[in-house]
């Protein structure tokens, strides 16, 4: 048995089988061809080579900062434009008839291993070259890549390096039991999207992917932040008692789906569901959660293989609101940037993305684009009950840009003849502290506000919300995050517009108390979070905390703020 440390990012244990997928992993199938069609597989191969040292050159460009990167990638190209490569792959498709992607993995398979015997230190680091060009080779001859997820079986835990948020949504149409990374953190969308699924997840377990066997019995502890390797027969019948309490609980919880989220002094609490792809709507009908606080809609463009259409969007907005009716759906407007990148947005490569070129700020330099958005969504509305909210406001003129835009589909879609709403509420996200300072100004040109307590941490604490090396700086209750906190909802409420928060915050048992108390109105949730949140909210009594709030805007420290609301 071996325990090995990591950082959980959802809580919960997990009980299964190892499932390595490495980025590498390509499906090489070993064809042979017939001799007619030697002629179409040369062509292939030199049109695919030209394609990657393409794709090669546009990369050594966009290093343009980098002397290193871009010695790299030189080097790269000239293992494509080595004569013998030519040479080799010609020869195993022309006289072996082997199919080109057999053929150009051969020939890479065949280097790797005479460098490999070399027992060179410079040799082996070429060694990792050859590997990336093989790669980057064979998944564009390959065009789509094998879906690593066919072969897993329902009870597996995936072992990864790291894992994308796309990745995890997909992830979430199949039984897996746990999730494990060399790398990641906390706030990144992939753990957010974890928690949503109640998949217990471990991110930054060093040594992982040496130490694991692909097939081998492991256990997710996501409570303790621990990965067991082979368990003994004692600390597995151990973690299956947990897992059975646990299951209990949940089973348990589900008592309250029909019970009101009101505080002990009367206070009623909207509390809605964040989503990210639209087969979490089950969740959201499931725990009937008083709607959707936040659909982001960013897998529209990070998961497509081309930009949605007006159209594909209008009927995936029309189909979560029907569902979701009659409960309201804040659809939030192109959020990518950041963490989330988007091939088919094409934005330029940014030494600083979190400050760059993200949220509202890639809808106003694409109107088009924003525009397809806004008018899918007013069609949708047919029933009133969608919310436009706008990611990334930093001020006012954003807001009112945004307007413009509305005004202007809505008059494009009356002249075209086309149905549509726009008796519409429009709320901004308060997320960079800019927002929250001038929030009496941005609550007067909204409907309402939701604090991203994600990125306003973030940004007032100048932590990357990724950067798993710094995360004992990215404080939620950083007295500076409460202050802004407050003072967003007071501005609000003089205005009498309600506030929410969407962020991670809202989904931690531990800091509902102290939400409620600051005055938020509504929390937004992941899904598999709803009913502990209610629990908390159930057991909160408002007005004891109150008296207190002061001492705890008034702590210097978050180590402060944390002991108080213990
Ligand atoms: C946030 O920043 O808190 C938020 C909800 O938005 P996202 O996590 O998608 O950036
Ligand atoms: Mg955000």
């Avoid at 998944?139 to 835990?157: F, M, P, Q, Y």
């Avoid at 692909?214 to 003994?232: A, E, K, S």
């Amino acid at each position: 048995m071996k325990k090995i440390q990591g950082n959980s990012v959802s809580s919960g244990v997990a009980i299964g089988k190892a499932k390595i997928i490495r980025k590498r992993d390509l499906y090489i199938e070993r064809r042979k061809i017939h001799k007619d069609e030697v002629k179409v597989e040369l062509s292939r191969f030199k049109k695919d080579v030209k394609f990657v040292s393409n794709e090669l050159d546009k990369l050594i460009q966009d290093f343009s900062y980098s002397q290193e990167n871009r010695d790299i990638l030189e080097s790269h190209k000239m293992i494509l434009q080595d004569p013998e490569f030519d040479k080799k792959v010609s020869k195993l498709i022309t006289k072996d008839l082997n199919s080109l992607e057999h053929a150009v993995s051969s020939y890479f398979s065949e280097a790797v291993e005479v460098f490999n015997s070399m027992n060179d230190m410079y040799l082996s680091h070429r060694v990792n070259d050859l590997e990336d060009v093989s790669y980057r080779l064979l998944s564009h001859i390959l065009g789509v890549k094998k879906d690593v997820l066919e072969d897993i079986e329902e009870n597996s835990i995936l072992i990864m390096e790291n894992i994308t948020p796309s990745f995890v949504t997909k992830v979430f149409k199949k039984n897996i039991h746990g999730l494990c990374t060399e790398r990641g953190s906390k706030n990144s969308h992939s753990s957010i999207i974890a928690r949503s699924m109640n998949l217990p997840m471990l991110v930054n377990t060093m040594g992982l992917m040496g130490n694991i066997k692909d097939g081998g019995d492991i256990i997710v502890d996501g409570n303790n932040g621990y990965l067991i390797i082979d368990p003994t027969k004692k600390i597995l019948e151990k973690y299956k008692t947990i897992y059975s309490k646990e299951q209990n609980v949940r089973t348990k919880l589900l008592k309250l789906i029909d019970v009101e989220p009101v505080t002990i002094d009367g206070k009623i609490i909207k509390l809605m569901s964040n989503i990210e792809i639209p087969q979490e709507i089950d969740q959201v009908v499931k725990f009937h959660s008083a709607g959707i606080g936040l659909f982001r809609t960013e897998f529209l463009f990070i998961d497509f293989e081309d930009l949605p259409s007006e159209e594909e969007q209008y009927e995936i907005y029309k189909s979560i609101a029907e569902q979701s009716n009659p409960n309201s759906v804040v659809i939030r407007t192109i959020d990518v940037g950041g963490d989330k990148l988007s091939r088919i947005l094409n934005i330029a490569s940014e030494d600083n993305p979190n400050l760059g070129c993200r949220g509202i700020r890639i809808s106003l330099k694409n109107i088009p684009i924003f525009k397809q958005q806004i008018r899918a969504i007013l069609r949708a509305n047919m029933q009133g009950n969608i919310k436009i909210m706008f990611p990334m406001i930093s001020g006012v003129n954003e807001i009112i840009e945004c307007k413009k835009i509305i005004k202007t589909c809505s008059e494009e879609l009356s002249k075209a003849g086309i149905p549509y709403n726009s008796e519409i509420e429009l709320g901004a996200m308060i997320e960079i502290p800019s927002a929250a300072v001038i929030s009496d100004s941005i609550a007067e040109v909204c409907d309402f506000l939701s604090i991203g307590t994600n990125d306003l941490i973030q940004y007032t604490l100048a932590v990357d919300r990724n950067n798993q090396a710094i995360s004992d700086y990215y404080k939620p209750t950083h007295p500076a995050v409460l202050k802004l906190i407050k003072l967003t909802v007071d501005n609000a409420h003089q205005l009498g517009k309600k506030v929410a928060v969407c962020g991670e915050m809202a989904s931690e048992n531990k800091y509902i108390k102290l939400l409620l108390a600051l005055g938020v109105d509504e929390l937004s949730v992941s899904p598999g979070r709803l009913l502990a949140i209610k629990k908390e909210i159930i057991n909160c009594d408002i007005s004891k905390i109150k008296p207190k709030l002061d001492k705890i805007l008034a702590c210097k420290t978050s180590e402060e703020v944390d002991k108080l609301i213990k």
